[in-house]
């Protein structure tokens, strides 16, 4: 097999991590001896082990006393290189050192400060051969989330809306009206299990009163954020609820009451999608998916502070309404969601 076949197991293995390891990157590993995979393992959960030690314990478990001798006969291959800092978990590269590996074969190489190449170095200074930049891009594309908080210092941006087949996005005052299908909200709540975060307006907070959970597909709910400069959602609706974190972005005041965490802002009527980029880079949180409403979506689409865009197209026209946002993108795909049309969008432009 190829390398790039061993590489492309390790991103089957590590998106079984997904929305469990943020801030981390998403990791797999694949041990293999004579063309066979001899264990496997991938970063299960922030704080616990990452992939390549989770994978040379597969080997140890399957193998026992051989195992020592097949690990020095043995290319280990991971998409992210091996870390050389001591975080969470002891470094890495120090551990297929300490089992003398003969090679390891990488996909990206770890943009990090505490990594960014020492890992690489760490084996080769022990005589391991190493080669890196296997399906690079894949690989990258693959951890974007990661990579925009690394490199560009924002979480990853998703805009998600439905719109009717004739282009609108709600109605004309304001009260709800659904527009997609059963199918398509099930698949939002996947999308939410794998989202560090989820954005909306007040308006949407007010009119629709969502729980923003993810509670038609199994995973965790995102912490839900909305922006509220004046404090005027009620108390009582669902985002208050103890289903998951909440963050008030807000004029009024900095506080924290059970999960509700209240973030004073100066002048939100400026610069907003800049401003909430860069305190969730500083809260650490690598990716959100804004739901609404058209109001908060173009101001992320008027910033250019978005990543990929969601939106759903309904076989139904309304006879009026509010018009939805226009993209400008690359159409990257485009599938039927039961009814609905569902478009992928992605901004090559930031
Ligand atoms: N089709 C779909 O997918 C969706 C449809 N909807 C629908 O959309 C409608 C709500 O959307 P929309 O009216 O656009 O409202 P939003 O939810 O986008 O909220 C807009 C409000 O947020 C506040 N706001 C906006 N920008 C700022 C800023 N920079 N600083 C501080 N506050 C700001 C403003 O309140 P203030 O005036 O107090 O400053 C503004 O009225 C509802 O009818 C809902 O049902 C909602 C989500 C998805
Ligand atoms: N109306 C509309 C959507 N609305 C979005 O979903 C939110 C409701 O979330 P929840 O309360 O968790 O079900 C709502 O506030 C708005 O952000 N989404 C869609 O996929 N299609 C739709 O037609
Ligand atoms: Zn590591």
Not at 70 to 96: I, M, R, S, W
Not at 265 to 279: R, T
Request: hydrophobic share 40%; with cysteine; charged share 25%.
């Amino acid at each position: 097999m190829t390398h790039e076949f061993y590489i492309k197991r390790c991103l089957e293995l590590a998106v079984l991590g997904i929305g469990n390891v943020s801030p981390n990157p998403m990791v797999g590993c694949v041990i293999v001896v004579d063309d066979k995979i001899i264990g496997e393992g991938y970063h299960q959960k922030y704080g616990e082990a990452h992939a390549e030690p989770n994978a040379v314990k597969a080997v140890i478990d399957r193998f026992g006393a051989d195992a020592e001798t097949l690990l020095q006969q043995a290319t280990a291959y991971v998409n992210l290189e091996p870390c050389a800092h001591f975080g969470k978990t002891p470094p890495c590269a120090d551990l297929f050192v300490k089992h003398k590996l003969k090679k390891v074969v990488i996909g990206n190489r770890d943009p990090f400060s505490g990594v960014d190449g020492k890992g690489i170095e760490k084996l080769k200074n022990a005589r391991i051969e190493v080669e890196s930049g296997i399906l690079d891009e894949e690989c990258k594309y693959f951890n974007r989330r990661f990579f925009s908080r690394i490199q560009k210092q924002r979480p990853y941006i998703i805009l998600k809306w439905a719109e009717t087949a004739n282009g609108y996005f709600s109605t004309l005052d304001g009260h709800q009206k659904w527009i997609s299908g059963a199918l398509a909200k099930r698949l939002t709540h996947q999308w939410r299990t794998e989202e560090d975060a989820i954005l909306i307006g007040k308006q949407t907070a007010i009119m629709d009163n969502p729980q923003l959970t993810s509670r038609e597909w199994p995973g965790k709910n995102p912490v839900r954020l909305v922006i509220d400069k004046d404090l005027q959602v009620p108390q009582s609706n669902h985002i208050f609820n103890s289903a998951a974190k909440t963050i008030i972005f807000n004029e009024v005041k900095t506080d924290v009451i059970d999960n509700v965490h209240y973030i004073q802002m100066e002048d939100m009527h400026f610069y907003l999608a800049q401003k909430i980029a860069f305190q969730l880079y500083l809260m650490d949180v690598q990716s959100v998916i804004i739901e609404g409403g058209a109001n908060i979506l173009n101001q992320f689409l008027t910033a250019n502070l978005w990543d990929e865009a969601r939106v759903f197209t309904a076989p139904n026209s309304w006879p009026n309404g509010l018009r939805s946002p226009i993209i400008n993108g690359e159409l990257r795909e485009q599938i039927h969601i039961g009814l609905d049309k569902l478009s992928i969008y992605i901004n090559h432009t930031i």
